[in-house]
């Protein structure tokens, strides 16, 4: 196992002792908003900086890009850190036990290391480039599934599914699969996605710590990624495919605008 996905499995799992800890006396914690139906507590914070001394400890020369505190370390570091602390958060504080831990190594760039950590359910999914995605130490792969009709998704869709005024594109992929859940916790669709349990996922205006090392996790599992227009903008739009290669090209055509 390479030795930075090594401190990456060390600074998640020591996250999700803090936030299995506040997970069993939820009526205390503070909860604060960051805006319209986003919430942060003091458990991201405290999750967030854990992860972050981690990471620094090990690699002092590093920055570390998180969710609550931004950027911290040089901004033209050759290697950046992207953390999720809990995704998930409003699902945590409903006590609803879906949520994870993200965390993401960029090497000039480009993400080469990845973890995905439920710490309700103890299951930490990994990635290296190049070396496959595991989920506890065994191998998985996306699911091999090809008709579309039975195809199970996940989504991250704005609550009105009306996106930059085209919210049918959205109803038309959803009415031709078997079903879609919205799962509230980014990182664990992508996850599912590549270990096969989702078939797969379609999310809008997400942030870099949302995809990071979601998008390696399905690339390693023989999955494809991309914007809603089939190409390599998502990391900078937000807007995300992600699925096995079959059903991949079954979202995208279903995607795209019908012609009047």
């Not at 390693?220 to 937000?238: I, N, T």
Request: charged letters at 25%; one cysteine or more; glycine letters at 10%.
């Amino acid at each position: 196992m390479h030795p930075m996905l090594n401190i990456a499995i060390k600074a998640a799992r020591r996250a999700g002792t803090i936030i299995n800890r506040a997970s069993l006396d939820l009526e205390r914690l503070s909860v604060a908003r960051k805006g319209p139906r986003d919430y942060v507590t003091e458990v991201d914070r405290a999750s967030e900086e854990s992860i972050v001394e981690t990471l620094r400890a090990a690699y002092p020369d590093h920055a570390v890009l998180g969710e609550e505190y931004g950027l911290q370390g040089p901004e033209q570091a050759e290697f950046q850190w992207i953390v999720d602390p809990l995704d998930g958060t409003t699902n945590f504080i409903h006590g609803l036990p879906t949520y994870a831990v993200s965390i993401a190594l960029a090497q000039r760039g480009q993400i080469t290391q990845a973890v995905v950590y439920d710490p309700s359910r103890n299951e930490l999914f990994t990635a290296s480039r190049g070396s496959g995605t595991f989920l506890n130490d065994r191998r998985v792969r996306v699911s091999g599934r090809t008709r579309y009709s039975e195809a199970l998704l996940g989504a991250h869709w704005p609550k009105s599914g009306d996106i930059d005024a085209g919210g049918e594109r959205f109803r038309q992929l959803a009415d031709g699969s078997t079903g879609v859940r919205r799962l509230g916790s980014t990182v664990l669709d992508l996850a599912y996605v590549a270990s096969g349990r989702l078939d797969g996922f379609c999310g809008a205006r997400l942030k870099p710590w949302d995809l990071a090392a979601g998008s390696l996790l399905v690339q390693e599992a023989g999955g494809l990624v991309a914007d809603f227009d089939g190409e390599q903008g998502w990391q900078e739009s937000g807007n995300v495919l992600a699925a096995s290669p079959k059903i991949f090209t079954q979202m995208l055509a279903a995607l795209q605008p019908r012609q009047s």
